[in-house]
């Protein structure tokens, strides 16, 4: 049976806001399952995005310490 999340669970698991779910649905990054006018999303199905989205996570860290690094 599958594990069904409401919108605020599987915000949390995500990282991210309710109104960033609602979004992803509308650009179709990730569906949810309707339960009449609910959102549920499928537990096995996020964990499956969040490693797509890991893979796809670049991180840029620059610093300059000194001045005559700035130059």
Same mark, same amino acid.
């Given at each position: 049976?599958? %594990?069904?999340?409401?919108? +605020?669970?599987?915000?949390?698991?995500? +990282?991210?806001?309710?109104?960033?779910?609602? #979004?992803?649905?509308?650009?179709? &990054?990730? %569906?949810?399952?309707?339960? +009449? &006018?609910? #959102?549920? *999303?499928? *537990?096995? %199905?996020?964990?499956?995005?969040? +490693?797509?989205?890991?893979?796809?996570? /670049?991180?840029? *860290?620059? #610093? /300059?310490?000194?001045?005559?690094?700035? &130059?």
């Amino acid at each position: 049976m599958k %594990k069904l999340l409401r919108i +605020g669970e599987a915000s949390q698991i995500l +990282g991210v806001s309710v109104s960033t779910l609602r #979004r992803w649905e509308k650009e179709g &990054k990730l %569906k949810p399952i309707r339960i +009449g &006018k609910e #959102r549920r *999303y499928d *537990y096995d %199905k996020l964990m499956e995005f969040l +490693g797509q989205t890991a893979d796809n996570a /670049v991180a840029i *860290y620059g #610093r /300059v310490s000194s001045a005559d690094q700035k &130059k």
